[in-house]
């Protein structure tokens, strides 16, 4: 497993399955059309390729390997079935299984199974519904037009993911939990390093990965922590609030359910709505005729053409699952003990469902996408919020700023967020 990617012009190509390593960072280097080449030769493989366990590993146990499911009828079946495909037993988020002391800060119900999953899903839900949505659309409608204020007074040439895509979700994520304005740049540091800490530039050695994740897990948990004794004295109507004073049934958060699901919140709703925001951007930049199409009906066109952007953006690459017995699924044998990859940024691509797969379609109707995962337990419980914030960024954006355009991105170097570190924009 090599460290870095390799100098572009040294690659060599790939032209078939065997040539493909899923777990080597020269991999994640590519540019977008290599791995949809690669992904694609995966996908026409009669049975999902089986990797071996990363060599990079967090401490804990090596497993036996893992599946890579890249299509999307597998991915739609695994989701389905968490008694077989669990999340527990080592974590979703991982290749390798998180070892105990991670558990402390990343043990939060998106790495559980039901009965302790569905409790907490259970007391965090009420804060994410359509309904709870609704009463914070004119907190997003607003931070979405201060933004684009800032960033016409800023003028040309400013990166477009920190200036614009990062400070909505930034901002509504701690509005909700009531942490306060001073603070916001902290946890935008924080959630960087958890999912960009495969990145050079957020941790630069990779022997440091482990040690910079629980650092950063512990201040964050620190950072909510010390609110909730505050909210305990003196409860208030953010969601802090809520979570750690009992509500009509008498269930709250204990002290750690609540660090680790304030950690779950910031990198699961940070990072993604960002990514999928300047992943919008670039879309609308290299296809104008669909950024003209949805100037003509914004509103009209809205719905689809987010999740549009969802479905191509996929800014969480895979989940992982562990299978808990052996299992026959679509016509494939998986063995107990075995890790599957639900890779959504390939179903996402795949023919067998999606019309000409790669073409960015805003009026694209079906549109099955896996990007907010597939349908079971874990479905994405910020779906509606992130949904709400993508609409609100390019309402404003193609209002004001009809003309901007997104320059070339800095990828993240990572297998698990399809991320954009950095990326101009003219206008
Ligand atoms: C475009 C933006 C987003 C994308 C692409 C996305 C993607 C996903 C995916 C793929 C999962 C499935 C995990 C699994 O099956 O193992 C998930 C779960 C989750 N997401 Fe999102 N997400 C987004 C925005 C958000 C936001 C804004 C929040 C909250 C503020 C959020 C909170 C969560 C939580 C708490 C879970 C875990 C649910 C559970 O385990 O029951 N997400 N998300």
Redesign the pocket.
Known sequence: MTTQPTDPGKRTAITSAADIDLNDWDFWGRPDEEREHAFRLLRDLDKPAFFPEPEFSLGGVTGPGYHALVRHADILEA?RNPEVFC?GDGG??NIPDLPAEFAEYFG?????DDPR?AR??RI?SRA?TPKMIKQFESDVDAAASRIVDELLETGPGCDFVTEVAARL?LK??CD?MGIPEKDYRFVFDRSNIVLGATDPEYVSERADIAHALLTAGMELQQLVQDLAALRMETPTDDLTSSLVNANIDGERLTAQELGS?FI??VV???E??R??ISHGMRLLTVNPEQRRLWLEDFEGRAPRAIEEI?RL????NY???KVTRDHEMNGNLYRKGEKVL?Y?WAANRDERVFDDPLRFDIRRDPNPH?????P????????H???R??TAMFRELLRRVPQIEAGEPERLLSSFINGIKHMTCEF
């Open positions: 989701s999340s979703a988020t939060s119900m998106i790495n559980m999953h907490l899903r965090v994410f979700p509504i994520i909700m699901f779950l919140l699961a709703g940070n993604t709505t990514n999928a969802v953006a996929a800014p969480v989940m992982r699952r639900l959504y896996v990007g907010f995962g597939g079971g337990p874990h479905f994405c419980l910020g779906a919020l992130a949904r914030e993508i």
